[in-house]
């Protein structure tokens, strides 16, 4: 209760001199007066619902606000750390910030990066760009052996568990998809109330815990499965192989997290550190991962069902692809995450150097996927740094068909990146367990601003591909999207990257792909 001490010590200040001014000296309400403003300030912070750092911070709270309304003229002295972990570039952060709150994005004095610097990318855009649609395009996501295609928009919520998240920020996400209609994945936590309150499309994502549809010793329970698979909110299943957070390791819920109630939504003990395995007991081949998958669309009446993947080798996407070939069978959608994403606790050294990034994990299933003639009837999602609408464009040109993001939504409910997340003491309520935390979070507030985030990113992404000359995602091609490769050369994503024609690697894998081509098996996800 230490952040309440100085609105209680104003209070206490504000009585104790108005006592004296009217029994001693009139002199004491140079103090009084001050206190009892100060301590009405306090009280109209903790009723307040659009800053949640003000309802559990009140009257310290202001000190923030003070300091970032100064933060231009002290950049030069203050290096602040963007969400990820580049030098602050507020094209990103504050695009984030400003959206959800419905306020402009214009800013003066063009562009802050360095155009000039290897690595930049760039859209090319058109002398002749097309008319915006009236409405942003979806995807429908269902192959042939699906019954119940799911119409998904161009950004979602990424995986995010309650248990990471609190109950408000889960209610938040959830009501905010409800009202723009745009799909909310649950993350591998469970299938809970707070995701079904308000009624928006969900995304019910299974674990290696298999928690929500898990058995007393930890395996998948199909009963459960079904019964939770068949609530209408739920759109679409999805099997979490890995994350980009910690690709080759389980989920991890510190134990300060882990309430009584996550215990009884996971079924795991409470107060204990929540670890699941970092391998299924489901499944050890390709093959009979292809099985489960079209086990869990059977269990759920022929609702869409997928896979979430940060890629390590492109050896065991072939495998997974031969496995879809074999068995006649295919997942509806894969999520690739990138290395470079993920807003859970994780080691810090698979953070930074285990998994491959989202570009080139993106690409390596995408051209898989056509190379072995699957494309059309999967779905690519794409989550991992998912901001802004750049991004969207971006990774849509590097063949995704939609786009998930985690960390935006965070920040559009709240977040204002303290990294505190593993300690349960999140100062805006959005990555606690602690509810006296938590109801700092407005669901109704932050709800619209998840909403309006992602209406003006969508609609800025449609800007931008209607400004490159092309009517829709359909239309977009690797030749727009530029990188400068050395000081004086540029080139685009066609000429940078291999793309495989329409099953290229089963009539004549090129040079390229063949070595690992030849050592994918449906049997086996060992690297040969």
């Keep these: 209760m230490y952040r309440f001490l100085t609105f209680v010590v104003l209070g206490v200040v504000a009585a104790l001199a108005g006592a004296a001014a009217a029994l001693i000296s009139g002199a004491w309400l140079a103090l009084a007066v001050p206190a009892a403003l100060l301590f009405a300030v306090g009280l109209y912070d903790l009723v307040q619902p659009r800053h949640s750092v003000l309802r559990n911070y009140p009257v310290l709270g202001h000190l923030r606000y003070l300091m970032e309304a100064l933060r231009p003229e002290l950049q030069q002295y203050f290096i602040e750390r963007d969400y990820d972990g580049r030098p602050y570039d507020r094209s990103r952060r504050s695009i984030i910030y400003e959206r959800a709150k419905g306020v402009h994005a214009e800013q003066a004095f063009g562009t802050e990066r360095d155009i000039d610097e290897v690595g930049y990318e760039y859209l090319a855009q058109s002398v002749a760009p097309v008319p915006l649609p009236e409405q942003p395009p979806r995807v429908l996501v269902g192959g042939p052996d699906c019954t119940q295609p799911y119409s ?14 609190s109950a408000n920020a889960i209610r938040a996400l959830n009501k905010g998809a409800a009202l723009g209609g745009f799909a909310h994945d649950t993350g591998e936590g469970g299938l809970t109330p707070y995701h079904l309150e308000h009624g928006g499309d969900l995304v019910w994502e299974i674990g290696s815990g298999y928690f929500g549809a898990r058995t007393a010793d930890g395996r998948f329970d199909p009963q459960q499965f079904t019964d939770k698979a068949a609530h209408p909110h739920v759109k679409c299943v999805s099997l979490k192989l890995s994350q980009g957070a910690k690709p080759g390791l389980g989920g991890v819920l510190p134990a300060p997290k882990v309430s009584a109630e996550i215990a009884r939504y996971r079924g795991v003990p409470a107060g204990v550190k929540c670890v699941s395995p970092a391998y299924h007991s489901v499944f050890t081949t390709p093959r009979e991962l292809i099985r489960f998958i079209a086990r869990m669309r059977e269990l759920a009446d022929g609702k869409p069902t997928g896979f979430r993947l940060c890629v390590g080798t492109r050896t065991d996407i072939l495998a997974i692809c031969k496995a879809m070939l074999d068995e006649g069978t295919a997942p509806d959608f894969i999520i ?23 570009t080139d994990g993106l690409m390596t299933v995408h051209n898989a996927l056509v190379g072995t003639g699957l494309r059309d009837r999967i779905k690519l999602g794409a989550s991992g740094k998912v901001a802004g609408a750049t991004d969207v464009v971006k990774r849509l040109i590097q063949g995704a068909d939609y786009t998930n993001a985690a960390r935006a939504m965070m920040m559009a409910v709240g977040c204002i990146q303290a990294q505190r997340c593993h300690t349960n003491t999140c100062p805006v309520g959005v990555a606690t367990q602690d509810p006296k935390r938590a109801r700092a979070l407005d669901i109704a507030d932050k709800s619209l601003r998840v909403q309006r985030y992602q209406q003006a990113t969508v609609h800025q992404a449609m800007q931008m591909i209607a400004s490159l000359g092309a009517h829709g995602p359909q239309e977009l091609s690797p030749r727009m999207l530029r990188k400068r490769v050395a000081a004086s050369s540029v080139r685009s994503y066609a000429e940078l990257y291999e793309w495989l ?28």
């Design 152 to 165: 998904m928009a161009l950004l979602n919520v990424s995986a995010m568990s309650f248990g990471a998240l």
């Design 336 to 358: 690739v995450d990138g290395a470079e994403g993920g807003t859970a606790a994780a080691p810090l050294e698979y953070e930074d150097h285990v998994g491959v990034p989202l």
């Design 501 to 528: 024609r329409p099953g290229q690697l089963l009539a004549e894998p090129p040079e390229s792909w063949l070595d690992d081509w030849s050592a994918a098996s449906a049997d086996s996800f060992a690297v040969r």
